[in-house]
T-cell receptor, first 118, second 113 residues
Framework: GAVVSQHPSRVICKSGTSVKIECRSL??????MFWYRQFPKQSLMLMAT?????????EQGVEKDKFLINHASLTLSTLTVTSAHPEDSSFYIC??????????????FGSGTRLTVV | GNSVTQMEGPVTLSEEAFLTINCTYT??????LFWYVQYPGEGLQLLLK?????DKGSNKGFEATYRKETTSFHLEKGSVQVSDSAVYFC????????????FGKGTRLSVIA
């Protein structure tokens, strides 16, 4: 089946530094990837929709300059948390939909990245 | 807009008990419906799905039927195991375009031996 590889799975960084999270679709092309954030014991909150070759679409309340999204190829999307602060500590998950035009195969999720900012 | 409402947990059951987690949705058109499971410290895994009314999704003993008349997609399992302890998310999506999943708040299930 389709696989989305996300890494790192865990990262600890110092306050004020930047962290990049990568998501790769391994056996399919993902023209669109979705980035979610999950607080402890809560649901997934959609942060942004990443479109290959164009600017990401951010949800209301998500800072574009803090959460930089790049989707330079059909198999790779990155989320960079810039100037991280402890309140950015969270679980970040990416997701890709396998096909928008063909038969509906559903969504595949990365395994998530736990970010801790100290 | 589209939304998903699922019963709040936590739900604690004894092993071999019957499980029901209620999920209802609000959507325009005819969405696809999903149940995802998240084990501690991990990402989400698709448990089952249904893409049209009256479809039944099933996997690993779990079942859910797409009920258009009641806008529901309740998750059921006849006999739970300790290994089923996880958080379960009900979700919906539109069937066209690159639109994201809309999730319910999740229901934490704990199964005790």
């Amino acid at each position: 089946g389709a696989v989305v590889s996300q890494h790192p799975s865990r990262v600890i960084c110092k306050s004020g530094t930047s962290v990049k999270i990568e998501c790769r679709s391994l056996d399919f092309q993902a023209t669109t990837m979705f980035w979610y954030r999950q607080f402890p014991k809560q649901s997934l909150m959609l942060m942004a929709t990443s479109n290959e070759g164009s600017k990401a679409t951010y949800e209301q309340g998500v800072e574009k300059d803090k959460f930089l999204i790049n989707h330079a190829s059909l198999t790779l999307s990155t989320l960079t948390v810039t100037s991280a602060h402890p309140e950015d500590s969270s679980f970040y998950i990416c997701s890709a939909r396998q096909s928008a035009q063909g038969p509906f195969y559903g969504y595949t999720f990365g395994s998530g990245t736990r970010l801790t900012v100290v | 807009g589209n939304s998903v409402t699922q019963m709040e947990g936590p739900v604690t059951l004894s092993e071999e008990a019957f499980l029901t987690i209620n999920c209802t949705y609000t959507a325009t058109g005819y969405p696809s419906l999903f149940w995802y499971v998240q084990y501690p410290g991990e990402g989400l895994q698709l448990l089952l799905k249904a893409t049209k009314a009256d479809d039944k999704g099933s996997n690993k003993g779990f079942e859910a039927t797409y009920r258009k008349e009641t806008t529901s997609f309740h998750l059921e399992k006849g006999s739970v195991q300790v290994s089923d302890s996880a958080v379960y998310f009900c979700a919906l999506s539109r069937n066209s375009g690159n639109t994201p999943l809309v999730f319910g708040k999740g229901t934490r299930l704990s199964v005790i031996a």
